[in-house]
């Protein structure tokens, strides 16, 4: 039993560590893609060496433009990474905000959550392909219309902590000590309500990639000019048989990235929650 | 007996309303604080004792003012508590603190030791600067018999004794007048408690303080007050000097209470239960005198009429149409 | 002599903390006869409640028994498979916990829940002798003893009250109700952990009036785990003293109220403020009770004791016998030079 518990602990930590190396070798090749590798490559069409499989000049192999491969995933890297750490601190921030407010201010709770509840009751990616439709197809769009989708979730998050976080003793020990609520407000109770929130976004990065890469797949993604995770496994789609390369090293970059951060916030959301609550 | 007293309470009320309706039905309240007079005197300990559902919390959170009555009123030094300015409600909170039970909730859990003593000295504008700040700080925290060290320290990081002198430090910086202990010593252990009591006693001599001291357990409350008063349902049931309530009480109440806590001792007289049944609720509270239903000698008038607070010995006053009838079960 | 119900011989369990291995119970010896109450005393960070859950086989998955035995019914406890704990658990251990209202299930009715021990050992209800009952006989027989013991534990109306949910009672009621839960397996021994703490002390005098009466009526044998010291007086035979993770001292109730020869005994009885007499006097314990990770080398509770002695500081005392039921872990006692 308790064999169990020890070896369950120390699992937990290399598995983190696994996590955190991988994510951290994910992106350090995203930072320094753009400087290694000229964005020209996605317009090195090359019909002679279309659809070649790994070697060594090409480590990924190529695809049905001839274009290599590993240059174009490292440079997706980039763009997906970026796309998705913005959409996330965007959604992040704006959620926090109005869920701050709804949790303070009484009055605008309940059209606060009626906004909500219209927002996430529409499916993500049916909301997100009729915001990008409408601003047309760039990983900009992309990411604005992904923001719209996840915001809901933050702010549901913040206003629940706000409200918990109000009633606590503490709150109204600082009421007797004459603190006013203005600071009680900033100084006490938003630094407390916000760090799950902040865990959840954090674990959301992943997600966040995954659906990009999704409507991306579908179409609603940058051109096949744009390096881009999913389109690239949309692209690579057709010649599934022929060079299911084009495909599984796209998807692989996506599922280590997702499956890394994915272990380190569990490792996060265990290492800090039990002290700050014993 | 020519001095006014610090703290004057008269015909205290607090009602909250119950969340939801029933259907088809009125409101329902529960009748937390229920009609309260009471008066301490300055360097006096005045002890409020009682079970769940008494209202001496809710007591506590009214003198403080966190909430305000529904009716009644709070002298405290003369001045009326109702309707106070910003700048008098200043003045008021430096001039009574309470000392909250539970001691890790009542701490941010965020915040350091040294920063959850100042901040209020900034606030309530004592300090004059952040050197003068920490000064006091490190002096109050000497008075609760702590360490410096303590100061750097989170609050999941000190033991329940530690945060239980952190709370009495913290408000005695701002060096009151008035101090609330709400049940200061329940979520600690035994010889930790009897560290806290002394702690207590010392720094009522030495700094001229008045404490309202909140407590479920009688022998404490007997240990460190000099007036007592048993609530029960939201109103004062008997209320005497200490050593005269314990000796004699005249309310089956009081007696209940008293015979009902286990004595350290295997040969003496085992428990006698006199109260029957469980606490009532404040949602729905008997008619007539409010303890009846539980009292074993309750009588028709006790189900009909509500029996007042009567000055029956001098000094010695309780709320109940047979005051003394239950004395000989001690 | 009967055996024993519960003999504990040296437990040692050890916690996990931050990824250490910590002693946290070293070497408890207990033993309770059959219709004994036994209070076991300490103040937090003593070791009573890992003992008690130690000896209900419901230690957390970071505690591991690391020496010792634990005999019910002379019956070892220590190595067993987890099946094997479970059969003798349901059978002889009975655990009533502090907050009756966390325990019970919310959705369940309390008859439905009290009469659930039958659906996991229905043979329970067979008659001792004579055949097997059928299904519907068997739910009769449940209820009737569901209601049985509602009664027993002074419940009152228990056919209505058993047909009621938990939110339904009053705390004093639902602790009954988590009593009678306990007593209708007819284990062998009932452990109550802190039982009336989370109670009004009025009510609280009638669940420990309770309890002295199930002691006489069905003879229950108890293991009372509290802080008070009044309710040990008052409910038990004899007493085990826990300091930090040992076995302090171990004596009858009254000798031990009258003449605590443990300093920490006589120290923890000086602090309890008593309400009789004109006079109460409180006697703090200087210094804090040690941190599990940091304790003090010897005997743990050396460096607050007013009569350590140079080798207390070395050397962890063993319990020595100093009269006919009457141990203490102190070298005051066991004949060591100072």
């Known amino acids: 039993m308790t064999v169990r518990w020890a070896l369950w602990r120390a699992w937990r930590h290399k ?38 499989p790994p070697d060594a000049a090409h480590w990924f192999g190529t695809d049905d433009y001839g274009r290599d491969l590993f240059s174009m995933v490292l440079l997706a890297a980039n763009l997906d990474l970026r796309a998705a750490l913005a959409v996330v601190a965007a959604a992040m921030a704006i959620g926090i905000a109005l869920g701050a407010v709804a949790g303070f201010v009484k009055r605008l709770d309940e059209p606060l959550m009626r906004l909500t509840d219209i927002f996430l009751s529409i499916p993500s990616l049916v909301l997100a392909m009729a915001i990008a439709s409408v601003l047309g197809r760039s990983i900009e769009n992309l990411a604005i219309a992904l923001v719209f989708v996840s915001w809901p979730i933050y702010c549901r998050l913040m206003r629940g902590q706000v409200l918990s976080e109000k009633e ?111 | 007996m020519s001095e006014a007293p610090l703290l004057e309470v008269t015909g205290l009320v607090k009602h909250f309303p119950v969340r939801g309706r029933r259907f088809g039905g009125h409101r329902q309240w529960v009748r937390a604080v229920d009609g309260v007079d009471f008066a301490i005197r300055s360097g006096h300990t005045f002890g409020l004792v009682g079970e769940s559902g008494c209202g001496k919390s809710t007591l506590a959170s009214l003198l403080v003012k966190l909430v305000e009555p529904s009716a009644g009123q709070i002298r405290f030094e003369g ?101 609330v202990l709400d049940e200061p010593t329940s979520s600690v252990d035994v010889s930790v408690q009897a560290q806290i009591l002394g702690l ?84 729905n509270i008997p008619s007539g005198c409010r303890y009846h239903p539980r009292c074993p000698y309750a009588e028709a008038i006790c189900r009909s009429e509500e029996p007042p607070l009567a000055e029956h010995m001098p000094g010695h006053y309780a709320a109940c149409h047979f005051a003394g009838i239950a004395a000989d079960h001690l | 002599m009967s055996v024993p119900v519960l003999e504990v011989t040296d437990l040692s369990v050890e916690l996990g903390i931050g990824g250490v291995w910590i002693p946290a119970l070293n070497k408890v010896s207990l033993t309770i006869a059959r219709g004994e109450a036994l209070g076991l005393v300490g103040e ?27 005999r019910l019914m002379g019956d070892d406890l220590v190595g067993r498979s987890e099946a094997e704990l479970n059969r003798l658990r349901a059978r002889s251990v009975a655990f009533v916990f502090q907050n009756p209202t966390t325990f019970l299930n919310p959705l369940m009715t309390i008859g439905r829940q009290i009469a659930e021990v039958f659906e996991l050992s229905p043979e329970l209800l067979d008659p001792a002798d004579g055949p097997r009952l059928s299904r519907r006989e068997r739910r009769r027989e449940a209820w009737r003893r569901v209601v049985e013991y509602l009664r ?99 004596a009858d109730a009254l000798a031990l109220f009258r003449r605590p020869k443990h300093p920490y005994s006589q120290a923890l009885l000086a602090a309890v403020p008593t309400i009789h007499g004109s006079e109460t006097v409180l006697r703090p314990i200087p210094g804090t009770i040690p941190a599990m990770t940091d304790p003090p080398s010897g005997c743990r509770f050396h460096p607050r004791c007013p009569a350590a002695m140079p080798a207390c500081g070395h050397v962890v005392p063993t319990p020595a016998v100093t009269g006919p039921g009457h141990s203490v872990a102190c070298h005051l006692y066991d004949g060591s030079p100072g």
């Not at chain 1, 020990?173 to 902040?198: D, E, K, M, W, Y």
């Not at chain 2, 009522?204 to 460190?224: A, C, D, F, P």
Request: net charge positive.
């Open chain 3, 152 to 250: 027993l534990v002074k419940i009152p109306d228990p056919e209505r009250v058993a047909r009621q949910y938990p939110f339904e009672l009053s705390g004093g009621m639902q602790q009954r109700a988590v009593i009678a839960m306990a007593l209708i397996r007819r284990p062998h021994l009932v452990i109550a952990d802190e039982i009336t703490t989370a109670l009004d002390v009025t009510v609280q005098a009638q669940i420990l009036a309770l309890l002295r009466e199930l002691r006489h009526s069905i003879g229950m044998t108890l293991l009372m785990i509290t802080h008070d010291m009044g309710i040990v007086a008052q409910l038990t035979d004899r007493v085990a003293v826990m300091y930090s993770g040992t076995v302090v001292e171990c």
């Open chain 2, 200 to 283: 207590l006693d010392d720094l009522k001599q030495r700094q001229g303080l008045t404490y309202l001291l909140i407590s479920h357990n009688l022998i404490v409350v007997r240990y460190m007050s000099d007036t007592v008063a048993v609530m029960y349902l939201g109103k004062i049931v008997e209320l005497a000097a200490a050593a005269a309530l314990f000796a004699a009480p005249l309310h089956p109440y009081s007696v209940a209470l008293i015979s009902a806590i286990p004595v350290p001792d295997p040969e003496a007289p085992s428990l006698t239960e006199l109260a029957r049944g469980d606490v009532s609720s404040p949602v």
């Open chain 2, 79 to 179: 001045q009326d508590l109702g309707g106070l300015d910003r700048r008098a409600l200043r003045d008021f909170r430096r001039r009574v603190q309470l000392v909250f039970q539970d001691t890790y909730g009542s701490l941010d859990p965020r915040q350091g030791m040294l920063s959850a003593i100042t901040e209020p000295l900034f606030t309530l504008g004592i300090a004059a600067d952040r050197a003068d700040a920490v000064r006091r700080a490190e002096q109050a925290v000497a008075l609760v018999g702590l360490d410096r060290e303590v100061l750097k320290r989170l609050p999941h990081e000190l033991s329940g004794g530690q945060r239980q002198r952190i709370a009495i430090a913290r408000a005695l910086a701002l060096s009151p007048r008035l101090v």
């Open chain 3, 44 to 70: 937090s960070g003593s070791g009573k409640s890992l003992t008690a859950l130690s000896i209900a086989a419901l230690l957390p998955d970071n505690a591991r028994i690391v020496g010792g035995s634990i």
């Open chain 1, 168 to 278: 606590k003793p503490y709150v109204r020990a600082l009421t007797v000590l004459g603190v006013g609520p203005v600071r009680t407000v900033c100084r006490h109770i938003v630094p407390n309500a916000l760090f799950p929130v902040v865990a959840r976004a954090a674990a959301d990065v992943g997600l966040v990639l995954i659906t990009m890469a999704a409507l991306s797949y579908i179409g609603f993604g940058p051109g096949p000019y744009v390096p881009e995770w999913g389109s690239l496994i949309a692209a690579g789609q057709a010649y599934i048989f022929q060079a299911p390369w084009l495909v599984f090293f796209p998807g692989a970059a996506i599922f280590l990235t997702s499956l890394s951060l994915n272990l380190i916030g569990d490792w996060a959301r265990d290492a800090f929650d039990p002290r700050l609550r014993s």
């Open chain 1, 15 to 52: 598995l983190a560590l696994i996590g955190a190396s991988v994510f951290c070798a994910i992106l350090v090749a995203g930072i320094i893609a753009p400087f290694a590798i000229s964005g020209a490559v996605v317009r090195d069409v090359s019909f002679a060496a279309k659809l070649t």
